[in-house]
């Protein structure tokens, strides 16, 4: 079983950066595949970004490319989400999410595919 803790989100003004990180605790963390999902009022959760079991491989929604990056450091058994340039419509509530895979390629896009979840941590950008 794999717990998971976002934190790091706050509110910003457009334009600006933030950094959210995920710990999580109970497995072995390096045979998790992990994803950063989010959450905007009356939306549904969508994909943001996710990255392999070894952090070789990264992948991310349109919407974020060139401005968000995902990382990960298995020996601190954390994963992080930088955000730069953030707007708007980034304002949502993000979710941190694993599942156990050692594939060498970015596999799980949709939120049915993990099985572990956090509790979420609010982005709010202003404008």
């Known amino acids: 079983q794999v717990q998971l803790v976002e934190s790091g989100g706050e509110s910003v003004q457009a334009g600006g950066s933030l950094r959210l990180s995920c710990a999580a605790s109970?497995?072995?963390?390096?045979?998790?595949?992990m994803g950063w999902f989010r959450q905007a009022p009356g939306k549904e959760r969508e994909f943001v970004a996710a990255?392999?079991?070894?952090?070789?491989?990264?992948d991310y929604a349109d919407s974020v490319k060139g401005r968000f990056t995902i990382s990960r450091d298995n020996a601190k058994n954390m994963v992080y989400l930088q955000m730069n340039s953030l707007k708007p419509e980034d304002t949502a509530v993000y979710y941190c999410a694993a599942v156990r895979g050692t594939y060498s390629s970015v596999r799980y896009y949709r939120p049915d595919d993990y099985d572990y979840w956090g509790q979420g941590t609010q982005v709010t950008v202003s404008s």
């Open positions: 990255i392999t079991y070894s952090g070789g491989r990264t």
């Open positions: 109970g497995g072995t963390f390096s045979r998790y595949a």
